[in-house]
T-cell receptor, first 110, second 115 residues
Framework: TQLLEQSPQFLSIQEGENLTVYCNSSSVFSSLQWYRQEPGEGPVLLVT?????EVKKLKRLTFQFGDARKDSSLHITAAQPGDTGLYLC??????????FGKGTRLHILP | EAGVAQSPRYKIIEKRQSVAFWCNPISGHATLYWYQQILGQGPKLLIQ????????DSQLPKDRFSAERLKGVDSTLKIQPAKLEDSAVYLC?????????????FGPGTRLTVT
């Protein structure tokens, strides 16, 4: 069974700080998505990465897909209170199944 | 463009009762998913439809859960009878299946509490 492990589980930092969260697996994924979920809402797609080593930027968010397509990271520069939420990674396995990690709950203190 | 619609938003039932959730996907999206999200965890796929056919229901507890997607558009998920451990948020998502990458668009979810 393919699993996606996200770390850390919880992260609380001050506004203006930088942070990185991780999504790791021992298996290869065809693609990987990052979502943000706010309380009482469904997850919202942030980005999809497909190619090993791919880097995508979304304003202050930088996403990287590992060279071997087994891991990914999300880096936030100068975090703001609006970045608070649950960050989920989801991978498309080689047998076309969608697997979600348990998420990193991020809290940015003003 | 309208997003994925779900109803009801909240439901409280007693154990052994039945409950049904409804989902209307984004127009033109052929693939529809139902997920269960227990507090503090990521979504777990229950069932995936491609048009009105089932693609994956390997994690659906078929003794109590059922789902259908009539005419390849709206879908309903039913639980009968409910157990305490079914308390969770039930998320519906849809995607356009034109390519291999399954970028999903989620509805707001239905929060179910079983007492």
């Amino acid at each position: 069974t393919q699993l996606l492990e996200q770390s850390p589980q919880f992260l609380s930092i001050q506004e203006g700080e930088n942070l990185t969260v991780y999504c790791n697996s021992s298996s290869v994924f065809s693609s990987l998505q990052w979502y943000r979920q706010e309380p009482g809402e469904g997850p919202v797609l942030l980005v999809t990465v497909v190619t090993g080593g791919e880097v995508k930027k979304l304003k202050r968010l930088t996403f990287q897909f590992g060279d071997a397509r087994k891991d990914s990271s999300l880096h936030i520069t100068a975090a703001q209170p609006g970045d608070t939420g649950l960050y989920l990674c989801a991978g498309e396995s080689r047998d076309d199944k969608i697997i979600f990690g348990k998420g990193t709950r991020l809290h940015i203190l003003p | 463009e309208a997003g994925v619609a779900q109803s009801p938003r909240y439901k409280i039932i007693e154990k052994r009762q039945s409950v049904a959730f409804w989902c209307n996907p984004i127009s033109g999206h052929a693939t529809l998913y139902w997920y269960q999200q227990i507090l503090g965890q990521g979504p777990k796929l229950l069932i995936q439809f491609q048009n009105n056919g089932v693609v994956d229901d390997s994690q659906l507890p078929k003794d109590r859960f059922s789902a259908e997607r009539l005419k390849g558009v709206d879908s309903t998920l039913k639980i009968q009878p409910a157990k305490l451990e079914d308390s969770a948020v039930y998320l519906c998502a849809s995607s356009f299946s034109g390519g291999r990458v399954y970028e999903q668009y989620f509805g707001p979810g239905t929060r179910l509490t079983v007492t």
